[in-house]
């Protein structure tokens, strides 16, 4: 196996990947380069690089990915209305393609022969991080360490760090490991483990409980172009500062939290809490305004897909060209999903209240209970006649043994 002489680690500051960053060091005799993607974690983000370089890093690189991270990754899969099991937004299982990108990037960059990442070898990311750079550059070799090393707990991780002078931002009392990022935030762990458990008063980070919510609702309007979100009460936004304002609206009322149980893709069920704000009132939006603009057929088409491209995203799978091919077909279904949508948030609820489309299929004519001269239902008559020919021919054929009967119908 060739020798690493330098390998890429992608680096959060937390307890996994400050260990991780020594342990390299020791175990291959190798140089680390440091690579943190800036999705919108906010404070975890402060003195990260002087933190790596410290702890044994040759070199530090700080990405500001988070419009990257919004334009390209989580608005084409909020446009496929993706939700994995029928209830998760995705938020930490869409981040991992782009820092894998980002990860390869710079190793190619810096000539290294291996890049490294935090995951365990019980979860998804290791597949994410691993199916992603397989993907874009198979030569460079990817090291697992949790996959390799005698640690088997995070008691023992602490115990390492100690041991090292390692400074590790861990609390013994919020035993939880999370993610954030733009999109969500994500806590496994602690009590959480046991899923008779409710999650403790200090399980919360973006989302006020809905005790505490405003009395009052508020009611927001959002700008939709082609499937894609652009502004909100009329005034415009970048993609990243469009889901933090989102995300500063839903938290305060209350709305996107869910805690599941899902399954892995290793194959085992594992138990989360995820607060995802203004992907739920995105989500929401959306999906109402495909209702007013989206072709009946096309809709139906590819909500049949939905569950085929959560998994995709889920399982790791961002860089397949299956996943390519439907981004493509979804694509071309959301040329009209151009409108706005009016929507009241409050106490945990997104009520979409109105919507409205230059592409409207909605005809009020044809739709209307009063009286109207486009639409004669004397022609309903033979079209139910014919979607029901095979209910008709199934019963004659069962019961009377294909003799034929009356039309009782006429």
């Known amino acids: 196996m060739q020798k690493v002489d330098k390998v890429v680690l992608a680096y959060s500051g937390g307890l996994d990947t400050s260990i991780i960053l020594k342990w390299l060091k020791n175990n291959y005799d190798c140089e680390v380069v440091c690579m943190t993607a800036d999705l919108g974690q906010g404070e975890e983000m402060d003195g990260i690089e002087e ?29 496929a209305n993706a939700l994995y099991e029928g209830r998760y937004l995705l938020g930490t299982a869409i981040a991992r393609p782009l820092i894998s990108k980002r990860m390869v990037e710079i190793a190619e960059m810096e000539g290294a022969q291996a890049v490294s990442h935090g995951a365990t070898g019980k979860g998804n990311d290791q597949v994410r991080f691993e199916l992603a750079t397989m993907a874009l550059n198979p030569r ?3 090291i697992a360490p949790w996959r390799e090393w005698e640690l088997k707990s995070r008691t023992d991780l602490i115990n390492f760090a100690q041991e090292n002078d390692i400074p590790i931002p861990v609390s013994r009392t919020k035993p939880w490991s999370i993610d954030a990022n733009l999109l969500h935030t994500s806590f496994e762990g602690g009590e959480l483990e046991d899923p008779w458990n409710a999650p403790g008063p200090d399980c919360y980070r973006n989302i006020t409980p809905p ?29 990243a500062a469009l889901l933090a304002k ?65 998994e995709m995203v889920y399982y790791g799978y961002w860089f397949s ?9 979804i694509d071309k279904s959301q040329e009209k999903v151009t409108g706005t949508v009016r929507v009241k948030l409050y106490k945990g609820n997104c009520v979409p209240l109105g919507r409205k489309s230059p592409f409207s299929l909605y005809n009020p004519e044809l739709a209307t209970f009063e009286e109207d001269y486009v639409y004669d239902q004397a022609d309903a008559a033979g079209f139910i006649k014919l979607v029901g020919l095979r209910l008709k021919g199934r019963m004659q054929q069962s019961k009377w043994g294909g003799k034929e009967i009356e039309d009782s119908c006429e």
């Open 51 to 79: 933190k790596a370089l410290k702890t044994g890093a040759v070199k530090a690189y700080v990405e500001d990915l988070r419009e990257e991270f919004v334009r390209d990754y989580v608005f084409p899969m909020f446009r």
């Open 140 to 142: 460079l070799r990817t």
């Open 211 to 239: 005790e505490r919510c405003p009395d009052e609702p508020e009611e927001i309007t959002i700008d939709f172009e082609a499937g894609d979100p652009i502004a909100i009460n009329s005034v415009k936004y970048s993609p």
């Open 246 to 310: 989102l995300n500063e609206l839903g938290g305060r009322h209350g709305i996107g939290r869910i805690d599941m149980v899902e399954n892995r893709f290793v194959g085992m069920k594992s138990r989360g809490v995820y607060e995802t704000p203004g992907g739920t009132i995105l989500a929401a939006a959306h999906r109402d305004l495909e209702g007013l603009c989206m072709d009946r057929e096309m809709m139906h088409l590819r909500d049949t897909l939905i569950p085929r491209y959560a």
């Open 321 to 329: 060209p299956e996943r390519e091919a439907l981004q493509a077909m």
